[in-house]
């Protein structure tokens, strides 16, 4: 796929991005809510599009290696955001907002749409094995710890809970438990309808949650996160993808999902655990920006 095909596709996403930030401005909409529409999204749109996705798909060994891949591809963002955090010398809520803001990505809001739209049903099955399996399962657990060390609060982490309470876990378990029993097609329909709510729903919401805020301030720290969110690591998962992976839109996918921008539950973890959620906002703002370029660019590359 050509450069210019990638950005039309980057951009027709982008643009439900824009209808959340035109609502903010008239203030139709405010940030606050993206909260309602982020519950509509976490606990009715996403399982659905989970279920209706993975549920009639060919499950092979390549799609549990993909999860796996993501996991060493958080660790490895964990690791190289730490050695930046002793650079720009980060202490604290700033430190924890750091490591995760360059670690996690959007691989659920951003890489649901743009895998469907480059690949089809196959690249969403993909994609959702690697943010369910790999990068959510990462961010509840090692993420989670990781906020819980540097944040200012009293609260206890159970990582075990935070996963199997997760709602598109659930779901992608009960698709798989299902995977053999024919499931009535008025049933997919009515849930292949809820699904699709998830694209415009997850894009305007991060359009009302993207805010300039303390931008200018953060800047030179936001700068390392892109250069680790959307360059470094994809061109790791690319590496990986390459010697590991038989299947080319396996390494697709992967190459995708490693450079999407910050993550949006980021805020959330962020916010629980007292962290720097303005350099989280800030981080989120411009690696979102910055996806526009490099996600196209590097999928020229793999392809």
């Given amino acids: 796929m050509s450069i210019a095909a990638l950005a039309s596709v980057i951009f027709g996403v982008l643009g439900y991005v824009a209808i959340g930030v035109a609502l903010r401005l008239t203030g139709m909409l405010s940030p606050n809510d993206a909260k309602p529409l982020n519950t509509v999204l976490i606990y009715v749109a996403l399982p ?3 279920f209706t996705t993975v549920q009639p798909a060919e499950v092979s060994l390549e799609l549990v290696a993909i999860p796996a891949l993501g996991w060493v591809i958080a660790v490895s963002g964990l690791a190289l955001a730490w050695v930046c955090v002793r650079l720009l010398k980060l202490q604290g809520a700033a430190a924890g907002a750091f490591l995760l803001a360059a670690a996690f990505g959007n691989t659920g809001y951003i890489g649901y749409p743009v895998a469907s739209a480059l690949l089809g049903d196959p690249g969403l099955v993909r994609a959702i094995f690697y943010d369910i399996f790999g990068n959510t399962a990462a961010i509840v657990t090692i993420g989670s710890m990781v906020a819980s060390r540097f944040g200012e609060h009293g609260l206890k982490v159970n990582p075990i809970k ?3 309470t997760f709602p598109p876990f659930i779901a992608l378990a009960v698709a798989l438990v299902l995977r053999s029993v ?3 097609s008025a049933v997919m329909d009515w849930l292949g ?3 699709k709510l998830v694209v415009p729903l997850i894009m305007v919401s991060v359009g009302l949650s993207l805010q300039p805020g303390r931008l200018r301030e953060h800047l030179p720290v936001v ?6 969110k959307l360059l470094v690591l994809p061109l ?3 590496g990986l993808g390459t010697l590991l992976l038989a299947d080319p839109a396996s390494v697709r996918v992967l190459v995708l999902e490693a450079g999407v921008p910050s993550m949006m539950l980021t805020v959330v973890v962020g916010t629980r655990f007292r962290l720097d959620v303005d350099l989280i ?3 989120i703002l411009v690696t979102t920006v910055g996806a526009i370029v490099t996600i196209p660019l590097l999928q020229v590359l793999v392809g």
Wanted: hydrophobic fraction near 75%; avoid cysteine; glycine fraction near 4%.
């Fill in 162 to 164: 935070e996963i199997v």
């Fill in 193 to 195: 309808v809820l699904g």
């Fill in 182 to 184: 024919p499931v009535p």
């Fill in 236 to 238: 790791l998962a690319w």
């Fill in 281 to 283: 906002a800030s981080a």
């Fill in 48 to 50: 659905a599009l989970v």
């Fill in 223 to 228: 700068s390392a996160i892109a250069a680790i």
